[in-house]
C-alpha cells in the first residue's frame, strides 16, 4: 500500500480524477492476485485508510510546527487539512462523533484561507450576448470570450425552451451531432495552457466567458464542461456563473 504515501500526499495536491485512475489502476493489477476481489469493500477500507493517515500526518505535522516550531511542517498543514476536507465531502456517518469533529477542524478559516488563496481561480461565465459581455471584476482584465452562436441552437425549437444547458434533453440535443464537443476541443486547447502558464507564474485570475443567444443552452453547457475539465485536471478554483439563469456555484 505504499502507493497511496504519494497520492494522498499533503503537498502532492493530484487532482481527484487521477487519484481515481491510479485507484482503478491498482485494483485492475490486484485483480490479477485476488479474482474475488470486492472492490466495495476494498475502496470503503481504504477511504479509513486514508483517513488516519492524514491523521498521522496532521499530528506530526502539528507537533513539529506549533511545539517544534519547524516553519516548514506548519507551511504543510493547511495542505493536509485541503486533503481531509475532500475526504470527509463523503461524511464517515459510522463515526459520527468524528466526522463532526473533522468538519468543525475543516472548516476553521485560519486553514481554509491559507490554502485557497494561493491558488488560481477561473471564473467562467454564461451569458447572453444581447444583455452584453460580463464584466471581469477581479480588476486584472483579459482572459476569453467564445461565441456559441456557431453551433445548432436547441432554443430554436419550442420542445427546448423549457429547459438549458445542464438539462439531459439539452446535452443530448448538442452532442448527438459532435459539434459541441469539436468547438469545447479546441477550448481545451487555449485554455489548457494558459492556466497552466498562470499557475506557474503565480496568477491569482482567469475569466472564461461563453456567449450565446439567450445564455440558455449553448453557452450554460459549454461553461459547466469547461469547469468540469479544469477542476478534474489542476489544482485550481473554478466558479461558474449562468448570469442570465442566476445561478452561481463553485466545482
Sequence with gaps: MMWRLFIWQARSRYPEDLKQSLVESYLRALKGYVPNLDEEKFKSRLRLFVLFRTLQVLGAYGFRGYFEKKPHFLGSVPFAIDNLRRLIKTPFNQYPYLNEVLTKLTTMTQFYEAVQDRRLEVSIYSFAYKKGIPVDNSGNGGGYVFDCRSINNPGKYEYYRQFNG????????????????????????????????????????????????????????????????????????????????????MM
Design 166 to 249: 445542464m438539462d439531459q434533453e439539452v446535452i443530448k440535443f448538442l452532442e448527438d451531432d459532435g459539434e459541441i464537443t469539436n468547438f469545447l476541443n479546441h477550448v481545451y486547447s487555449l485554455v489548457d495552457p494558459h492556466v497552466k502558464r498562470f499557475i506557474e507564474r503565480k496568477f491569482t485570475h482567469l475569466q472564461v466567458c461563453f456567449g450565446c443567444t439567450g445564455g440558455q443552452h449553448r453557452s450554460v453547457y459549454c461553461a459547466e464542461h469547461l469547469a468540469e475539465h479544469l477542476a478534474g485536471k489542476f489544482d485550481i478554483r473554478v466558479t461558474v456563473t449562468h448570469r442570465e439563469l442566476d445561478i452561481e456555484k
